[in-house]
């Protein structure tokens, strides 16, 4: 009745966008954890910057802003989650950007490109713990739903995530399927999961 470990990021039947095939050329396993590089927190700053590198080469910017953007070395989820939570961030790499070169129209379609990222991560984590829930056959009941444990910094903190992921779940899982579910958060998760595991015949 539990799943312990489900290596979903190794599933290689996604749709990818061109940047998502260029960035995967620089990682270390080209052609391998498809769906990792697609909504895994290592991987969203980096995915984001070759997302904005396209939109810039492309001329979605005015003239400033692109090449503003095209001189960023880099970005992280650190950074790509400071520009989300407040675009005129001056702390961040982006949210200069925006205050010092970038029009309204250019600081919205940064904030859209990178917004549409993170709400992937969510789609995709929804699908997993649903795809999960599904196959345990559990959830019929209200008063006894499927406890689903998450951790990790990008599901509780990354703009929007963890609150897309539930509204999903609540679209699909509960009102199409009628399974019942909620996330529960533990220290320790993964130690404690596999000192559980050793004990189990």
């Not at 312990?4 to 290689?12: D, N, P, Q, R």
């Not at 391998?32 to 927190?41: A, D, N």
């Not at 940064?110 to 649903?130: C, G, H, K, P, V």
């Not at 951790?151 to 009102?175: A, C, I, P, Q």
Request: hydrophobic share 40%; net charge negative; charged share 20%.
């Amino acid at each position: 009745e539990q799943i312990v470990v489900c290596e979903s990021g190794k599933f290689l039947s996604v749709n990818r966008s061109d940047f998502d095939v260029e960035f995967d050329k620089t990682t270390v396993k080209p052609g391998t954890f498809y769906l990792e590089k697609l909504c895994s927190g290592a991987y969203l700053g980096p995915v984001s910057w070759y997302a904005l590198n396209f939109a810039a080469k492309d001329k979605l910017f005015s003239a400033k802003t692109n090449d503003a953007i095209l001189k960023i070395p880099a970005l992280t989820l650190i950074e790509m989650d400071k520009f989300l939570h407040n675009p005129y961030n001056k702390e961040c790499i982006l949210g200069k950007i925006a205050c010092e070169t970038a029009t309204p129209e250019d600081v919205d379609m940064m904030y859209q490109i990178l917004d549409a990222i993170a709400e992937r991560s969510a789609r995709y984590a929804a699908a997993i713990l649903t795809a999960c829930a599904i196959q345990t056959g559990k959830g019929k009941n209200a008063s006894t739903p499927i406890c689903m444990l998450c951790d990790g910094t990008t599901f509780f903190k990354t703009h929007m995530v963890k609150e897309r992921v539930h509204g999903y779940l609540d679209s699909v899982l509960t009102n199409e399927l009628g399974i019942y579910w909620k996330i529960v958060s533990c220290d320790n998760d993964i130690t404690l999961g596999a000192a559980i595991s050793g004990l189990i015949d």
